[in-house]
T-cell receptor, first 107, second 113 residues
Framework: KNEVEQSPQNLTAQEGEFITINCSYS?????LHWLQQHPGGGIVSLFM???GKKKHGRLIATINIQEKHSSLHITASHPRDSAVYIC?????????FGTGTSLTVIP | DADVTQTPRNRITKTGKRIMLECSQT?????MYWYRQDPGLGLRLIYY???????NKGEISDGYSVSRQAQAKFSLSLESAIPNQTALYFC????????????FGPGTRLTVL
């Protein structure tokens, strides 16, 4: 079993701020998934990465496999970014999901 | 139309009843999964299937069974529902050639009284 920790658990930011959400895990992985869960419950895939860095719009995800750590950054945050962000390392055939970081962006 | 659909979206039932949750996908993926989500906990894997003839237990399979009727359909059954199975249930699909990136259905909110 892979123990997954996300920090912070809750985050409130002003619109326009740079946001960082961290994810650490205990066991070696082949890849890591970042997901966004909307207030209504729907879950959307943001990134799937196995090394380095990926960027999509205002979102950037990085991973350091040796350090067992990944970060999700949001540049120029906006109220529509308010959601729960979940990281999920892939170990073997199974994803282990963190409990999520709840982000609220205030206008 | 959504790529991954789940029915029903909401269900209230009583202890001891048999319940089936259904999942269909049009993504053409071979791999399908059932997860449950409880407040304060991460998603947990119930069962997964890598093709029609392959069914595997996940972390919390006790009290659940599944059926993979076709590549596109994966059903989850609660043979005799109990209150601690009250949760939000998600179906997901993935393609092994894309690092198994998960694509989720909208979820089924199940309440067992």
């Amino acid at each position: 079993k892979n123990e997954v920790e996300q920090s912070p658990q809750n985050l409130t930011a002003q619109e326009g701020e740079f946001i960082t959400i961290n994810c650490s895990y205990s066991v070696g992985i082949s890849a890591l998934h970042w997901l966004q869960q909307h207030p209504g419950g729907g879950i959307v895939s943001l990134f799937m990465l196995s090394s380095g860095k990926k960027k999509h719009g205002r979102l950037i995800a990085t991973i350091n496999i040796q350090e067992k750590h990944s970060s999700l950054h949001i540049t120029a945050s906006h109220p529509r970014d308010s959601a729960v962000y979940i990281c999920a390392p892939l170990t073997g055939n199974q994803f282990y999901f963190g409990t999520g970081t709840s982000l609220t962006v205030i206008p | 139309d959504a790529d991954v659909t789940q029915t029903p979206r909401n269900r209230i039932t009583k202890t001891g009843k048999r319940i089936m949750l259904e999942c269909s996908q049009t993504k053409g993926h071979d791999r399908m999964y059932w997860y449950r989500q409880d407040p304060g906990l991460g998603l947990r894997l119930i069962y997964y299937s890598f093709d029609v003839k392959d069914i595997n237990k996940g972390e919390i399979s006790d009290g659940y069974s599944v059926s993979r009727q076709a590549q596109a359909k994966f059903s989850l059954s609660l043979e005799s529902a109990i209150p601690n199975q009250t949760a939000l249930y998600f179906c997901a699909t993935s393609d092994r050639l894309a690092l198994d990136e998960q694509f989720f259905g909208p979820g089924t909110r199940l309440t067992v009284l």
